[in-house]
């Protein structure tokens, strides 16, 4: 069964990306970051908790040895507000060491710039970007992403791990709402 073929949520009003186009990609994906980090081992950060179908679908597309660890941040004013504060930080050691960020959404930039400022205090000898989706039409902090699985539009997304108010995170495709919040 195609994913296109579920019953819509009631939230939903279209699939953007089916499971198919999402696991095409990050099989792409995975296999870029294998080439690049073919002489390197690198710690695949990732960003709680959108990111947690994203990471555990891309760590095994990726076939060099690597080392995973966890970031937490929260947004205490909520989607759009500028406000965050890291609430979990990482456990290894990165210094000397690559280190790839794993992201599921990047949109104005803020949140990245501020994991990344942090990150870079605990100097890793390279610091490099993975987002599943992004959202360049919103960018106000430029930030560098090396690898980006979608380019979306300016759409308020739900599905993969991405919420709307903590729900939806479940669905298997990635879809626009009907109600889309205002940013
Ligand atoms: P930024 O600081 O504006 O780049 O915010 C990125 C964060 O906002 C992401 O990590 C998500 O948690 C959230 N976010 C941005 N756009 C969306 C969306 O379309 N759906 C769900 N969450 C989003
Ligand atoms: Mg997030």
């Known amino acids: 069964m195609d994913s296109t073929d579920h019953n819509l949520h009631e939230d939903v009003e279209e699939v953007l990306l089916t499971t198919e186009q999402i696991q095409r990609r990050i099989g792409e994906l995975g296999k870029e970051i294998s080439l690049d980090y073919s002489s390197r081992s690198p710690i695949l950060i990732g960003v709680l908790k959108g990111v947690i179908p994203f990471l555990a679908d891309l760590m095994r597309q990726i076939t060099v040895d690597g080392e995973i660890d966890l970031l937490a941040v929260h947004r205490p004013n909520g989607y759009g507000h500028p406000d965050m504060e890291i609430t979990k930080d990482v456990e290894l050691d990165i210094t000397g060491r690559h280190v790839i960020v794993v992201e599921d959404i990047v949109d104005m930039g803020r949140t990245l710039d501020k ?37 979306i539009p300016n759409r308020f997304v739900v599905g993969y791990g991405l919420d709307y108010e903590e729900r939806l995170r479940n669905l298997p495709y990635i879809g626009t709402m009907k109600n889309e919040p205002e940013a």
């Open 115 to 151: 994991i990344l400022e942090h990150l870079r205090l605990g100097n890793p000898a390279s610091l490099e970007v993975c987002a599943l989706l992004n959202k360049p039409s919103r960018r106000i902090v430029e930030v560098p992403v090396k690898y980006v699985g979608f380019d």
